[in-house]
């Protein structure tokens, strides 16, 4: 048992990753008395499915809203791509790379499911509203290349047939899947993932891992928050462990699962 | 699929609300037709009655252009068209005390500078915070402009109001005195009846042609932007400002831009207003006015361009055909046998709160059968050239779902 410690504890120096694609250093955020977020420091490393676990209340919302720039930190860095991003605004946040998810699937009122799916693509000539006058065409070029992307993202993700149904007349499950895709469209280097299973029935849970694998080998580096823990367990390598605030651990899910530090702080003790 | 080329496809094409839409519509145009024709409505005080409705539909395309799009509420309406107005009005007019003498179209551009800027320095701070933060401080600004535009007497005339506003084309070539130019005309469309058409007519078609100009440009510009990326930001925007934010949109630069674009279609209709009044005073800042706006754009289904359109145009109705109410005194129901007398003083002589009335009823009524106001946006809003197939039509058009009906 204190070897696979050991062996985590060496894991966990985020000094010995190599190449870092975001990096947390000593964050802090409270809200009042309470304090959600304690010294926090770890590092996510390109090209893995990173999880992010902890009891209920461990702040891994709350850190999830620091690091895309929802909050602003009380002290400490975030780094996205070797780039300080602390303070930033979301979207300049999501300017180095990073986009992130929502638990609750956000719902577009009044539009299609594939009209919802052309707010993702970053940087659309068509967002400028003297383009839409001076450069109509090039406006129409990269909307109707953005809308081809889209039904092909819909289509990988098998949700094709859903593609003009209105946003709010789908199951939660497929918002799940939608709003995954959508974010893809962002071309996103670290994809956020709040509670991707959440609400999620078996059948399409496993069609929701199956996609994040297939994303991840085809490039993109994830940090996702889960509770279901075999979703994560089968999924994410290596698994951060979050307790109160601070990091506990940081290891292989093996190793997280037998670690004693993390069954004590799931069942609630300092026993 | 225009409607000229292929009314039959066009119709097959509609939701019944749009059929009965347009049904009214027409029937009303037939109406007005008939009015016209008879003589019981003269040409003149018709075409003053277009021109209100055009600046009611601007004021309906401001709103809609923040409210509809990006969900700003919006509570200076009043306040922005009062700015169009006394920009315009003192840069031209002769009794103006600071400048005067200026072309009309010199007014015009002096005025949406002036609600630009004045849109930019509210948005500024508020625009950053809750959605309700802009509603208080508007309806704050609202109050703040009407009572320096009454009481800055050196700047404004105070309560006296500017008088001796030209004439919108005042100093244009040919356009300046086309009315005086137009011979006299009178038509007799049946016998016995005679419409005179002299120069006030024409001068009144002068000024239809202005607010049409405006509306259509205002039109085309906001159905594009509707359509496109950038509208579709401001209604993630509505939706969900966090979703906007996360996918890396600057919320906030969308939405100033949203909020001072409306507020400039608001001075426009205020510029019309004074051009079409020739005279302005701090009365048309009433905050009333405000609500008129926001009544005609629910109405008419917040987001859809043609909804804000339909909604000015039946405020307007509402405002202005409840003053024939006035005129009525008795009604007398003949049935042959015994004649009902209606005493129906009691309407003439409570005009203004019946319009209240009226107004109150078509709201309550709306928000239970149809919240979605009656042209609601009914079709994707993709970039036109990119969709080559028309969307096929939702049955429950995007909007008209209620959240969570559906959900699992």
């Not at chain 2, 005339?157 to 356009?175: D, H, K, M, T, Y």
Request: aromatic letters at 8%.
């Amino acid at each position: 048992m204190s070897e696979q410690t050991e062996a985590a504890r060496g894991a966990t120096d985020p000094d010995l990753k190599e190449d870092v694609v975001l990096r947390v250093e000593d964050l802090q955020k409270s809200f009042g008395a309470l304090t959600a977020t304690d010294h926090a420091t770890f590092a996510v490393e390109r090209g893995t499915i990173t999880g992010l676990i902890g009891p209920n209340g461990a702040g891994k919302s709350t850190l999830f809203n620091l690091v895309s720039g929802f909050y602003e930190p009380d002290g400490g860095r975030v780094e996205v791509n070797g780039t300080d991003v602390t303070g930033l605004e979301p979207y300049e946040v999501a300017d180095h790379g990073l986009i992130r998810t929502f638990q609750t699937p956000r719902k577009l009122e009044g539009m299609t499911v594939r009209e919802a799916m052309l707010v993702g693509p970053r940087e659309q000539p068509g967002e400028s509203f003297l383009n839409l006058f001076f450069r109509p065409g090039t406006v129409g070029e990269r909307e109707g290349a953005n809308l081809e992307k889209a039904e092909r993202i819909l289509e990988e993700f098998e949700i094709d047939h859903l593609a003009t149904q209105p946003a709010t007349q789908i199951s939660g499950g497929q918002m799940k899947l939608v709003e995954l895709a959508r974010a893809m469209l962002a071309e996103p280097e670290l994809l956020l993932l709040d509670e991707p299973a959440a609400g999620v029935n078996p059948t399409l849970r496993n069609k929701l891992a199956d996609q994040i694998r297939r994303l991840h080998e085809q490039g993109t580096t994830f940090l996702l928050i889960e509770h279901d823990m075999d979703f994560v367990m089968n999924l994410a390598d290596p698994v951060i462990v979050l307790d109160q605030g601070h990091v506990l651990m940081e290891g292989p899910p093996k190793a997280v699962q037998t670690d004693q530090r993390v069954i004590d702080a799931y069942l609630g003790g300092n026993v | 699929m225009g409607v000229l080329s292929d009314p039959k496809g066009y119709w097959a094409d509609l939701t019944r609300a749009e059929r009965g839409v347009v049904a009214s519509v027409v029937a009303f145009a037939v109406l007005l037709l008939a009015g016209l024709l008879t003589g019981a409505l003269s040409p003149t005080y018709f075409l003053f009655l277009v021109g209100i409705a055009g600046m009611y539909a601007l004021l309906s395309f401001g709103l809609n252009s923040q409210w509809g799009f990006s969900g700003l509420i919006n509570f200076s309406v009043a306040a922005f068209f009062g700015i169009g107005a006394y920009g315009t009005a003192l840069m031209s007019a002769d009794s103006s005390p600071i400048a005067g003498g200026y072309l009309p179209i010199v007014g015009l551009f002096v005025a949406l500078a002036v609600a630009g800027v004045l849109a930019l320095a509210i948005g500024i701070p508020t625009l950053r915070l809750r959605a309700d933060y802009l509603a208080i401080a508007s309806l704050g600004l609202a109050e703040v402009v009407r009572l320096v535009v009454l009481n800055e007497r050196q700047l404004t005339n105070g309560s006296a109001g500017v008088r001796g506003i030209p004439q919108f084309f005042e100093g244009w070539p040919v356009l300046a005195t086309l009315p005086q130019q137009m011979p006299g005309l009178v038509v007799r469309p049946f016998p016995g009846t005679e419409l005179v058409l002299e120069t006030p007519f024409w001068g009144a078609l002068l000024n239809v042609a202005v607010v049409v100009a405006f509306v259509g440009v205002s039109y085309g510009i906001l159905r594009r932007a509707h359509r496109s990326p950038w509208g579709r930001v401001l209604r993630t925007i509505r939706a969900d400002e966090d979703l906007a934010r996360a996918l890396g949109k600057n919320t906030y630069a969308f939405k100033m831009q949203s909020f001072v674009l409306g507020s400039l279609i608001m001075a426009l209709a205020g510029v019309f207003y004074a051009h079409l009044n020739l005279f302005v005073s701090p009365g048309d800042l009433d905050p009333v006015t405000t609500f008129y706006v926001w009544v005609a754009v629910i109405l008419g289904g917040s987001g859809s361009n043609r909804g804000a359109l339909f909604g000015g145009v039946v405020i307007v109705t509402i405002r202005e055909g409840t003053r024939f109410l006035s005129g009525l005194s008795e009604f007398v129901l003949d049935l042959g046998v015994v004649a009902l007398q209606f005493d129906l003083s009691f309407i003439s002589s409570n005009v203004a709160p019946l319009r209240f009335l009226l107004i109150g009823v078509l709201i309550v009524v709306l928000m239970r059968y149809r919240p979605q106001g009656m042209l609601p946006p009914q079709r994707e809003l993709i970039w036109p050239s990119v969709v080559d197939d028309p969307p096929s039509k939702l049955e429950s058009g995007v909007r008209g779902v209620k959240a969570g009906e559906s959900d699992e």
